[in-house]
């Protein structure tokens, strides 16, 4: 039987050593504060900003809200990144997505402050990582790196598969291992479309999976003791136990969050394994506040 690796409780030990670092650093003048950049009205960007006000009041930080009607300018909102640029009190930016089509994300992203850069998108921020010198490492694949290491795996020469590589998750969490001296492979779409993923995922000692695609890996495609990361989320149907739809008491199907593992059979086989929910979500959460006291630091001159 696998050890289900708790993000939860991962996320709760990280989060005091957030609040001591965040008292030390208050001793000395500084409180580290994040801005969120909202443009327009996005559900799911609405509901990470509140996320984000919510998780900075828990550990102490300043927070501010800076959530501008839909038909902002690409101009104007980029004025207003330089303007937290520019504000002492703000720490890092971080910029909710997606925005407006008439905003580019690249206007937005190129604009912050490389030290300020809290989500670790800038092409500056993306390079540094790449030549093995990360100072502030994008959220989700820091997340995975750090459930990793808490669980006591020894990088040096594992045989690590990513399945996924986009540049929010896939990329960086290889880059992440790789410079920890892990041997990387990724796959993607076009590996599963040319019939070859079992082939690598089974060679896997570490297991990344980033598709977005609820039960794509099943036990065959496991190696027997093998750890499994699962960034996947997906909302899901719920099934009876003859495959048809529980409905909820207004008629509508019942919904639920999975991951892209079929966790039930896969954690029969490995040696542990993260849920979703209770993975590394509730790490990423945790990441962005410990990059945004990096950044306090950095600003402030202090290693
Ligand atoms: P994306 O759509 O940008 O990239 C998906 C990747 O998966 C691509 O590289 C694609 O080639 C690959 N892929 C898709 N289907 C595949 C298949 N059948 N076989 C092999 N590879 C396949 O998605 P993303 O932004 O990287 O996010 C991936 C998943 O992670 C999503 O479910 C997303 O919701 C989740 N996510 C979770 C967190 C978190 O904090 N837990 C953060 C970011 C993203």
């Given at each position: 039987?696998a050890q289900i690796i708790d993000g939860n409780a991962v996320a709760e030990e990280i989060?005091?050593?957030?609040?001591?670092?965040?008292?030390?650093?208050?001793?000395?003048?500084?409180?580290?504060?994040?801005?969120?950049?909202?443009?327009?009205?996005?559900?799911?960007?609405?509901?990470?900003?509140?996320?984000?006000?919510?998780?900075?009041?828990?550990?102490?930080?300043?927070?501010?809200?800076?959530?501008?009607?839909?038909?902002?300018?690409?101009?104007?909102?980029?004025?207003?990144?330089?303007?937290?640029?520019?504000?002492?009190?703000?720490?890092?930016?971080?910029?909710?997505?997606?925005?407006?089509?008439?905003?580019?994300?690249?206007?937005?992203?190129?604009?912050?402050?490389?030290?300020?850069?809290?989500?670790?998108?800038?092409?500056?921020?993306?390079?540094?990582?790449?030549?093995?010198?990360?100072?502030?490492?994008?959220?989700?694949?820091?997340?995975?790196?750090e459930l990793?290491?808490r669980v006591?795996?020894?990088?040096?020469?594992?045989?690590?598969?990513?399945?996924?590589?986009?540049?929010?998750?896939?990329?960086?969490?290889?880059?992440?291992?790789?410079?920890?001296?892990?041997?990387?492979?990724?796959?993607?779409?076009?590996?599963?479309?040319?019939?070859?993923?079992?082939?690598?995922?089974?060679?896997?000692?570490?297991?990344?999976?980033?598709?977005?695609?609820?039960?794509?890996?099943?036990?065959?495609?496991?190696?027997?003791?093998?750890?499994?990361i699962?960034?996947?989320?997906?909302?899901?149907?719920?099934?009876?136990?003859?495959?048809?739809?529980?409905?909820?008491?207004?008629?509508?199907?019942?919904?639920?969050?999975?991951?892209?593992?079929?966790?039930?059979?896969?954690?029969?086989?490995?040696?542990a394994i993260t849920p979703v929910p209770g993975g590394v979500g509730a790490v990423?959460?945790?990441?962005?506040?410990?990059?945004?006291?990096?950044?306090?630091?950095?600003?402030?001159?202090?290693?």
């Amino acid at each position: 039987m696998a050890q289900i690796i708790d993000g939860n409780a991962v996320a709760e030990e990280i989060k005091k050593e957030i609040i001591e670092e965040t008292e030390k650093l208050k001793a000395k003048g500084i409180t580290p504060g994040i801005a969120t950049l909202l443009v327009g009205d996005d559900f799911g960007a609405r509901m990470y900003r509140g996320q984000v006000e919510k998780n900075c009041q828990s550990v102490g930080f300043n927070y501010f809200d800076k959530s501008l009607p839909a038909d902002t300018t690409e101009e104007e909102v980029v004025n207003i990144v330089k303007e937290l640029n520019d504000d002492p009190a703000v720490s890092g930016i971080l910029p909710l997505r997606p925005f407006p089509p008439h905003v580019s994300d690249s206007a937005v992203i190129n604009t912050i402050r490389v030290d300020k850069d809290i989500d670790c998108f800038h092409p500056f921020n993306m390079g540094r990582l790449t030549l093995g010198e990360p100072t502030l490492a994008p959220c989700t694949p820091s997340a995975c790196i750090e459930l990793l290491e808490r669980v006591g795996i020894d990088f040096e020469g594992a045989e690590i598969v990513v399945v996924g590589h986009s540049n929010i998750v896939g990329k960086p969490v290889a880059l992440l291992a790789l410079n920890r001296n892990a041997t990387i492979t990724v796959t993607h779409i076009f590996t599963s479309q040319a019939g070859n993923l079992a082939k690598h995922t089974t060679g896997a000692d570490i297991l990344i999976v980033a598709a977005g695609k609820a039960g794509l890996i099943t036990p065959d495609l496991v190696k027997e003791g093998a750890v499994v990361i699962d960034v996947g989320i997906n909302r899901v149907k719920v099934l009876d136990e003859e495959g048809n739809p529980v409905l909820d008491e207004k008629g509508k199907p019942k919904t639920k969050t999975v991951g892209d593992v079929d966790f039930e059979n896969v954690k029969e086989k490995v040696k542990a394994i993260t849920p979703v929910p209770g993975g590394v979500g509730a790490v990423t959460n945790m990441m962005l506040l410990k990059n945004a006291l990096t950044a306090a630091k950095m600003q402030a001159g202090i290693e």
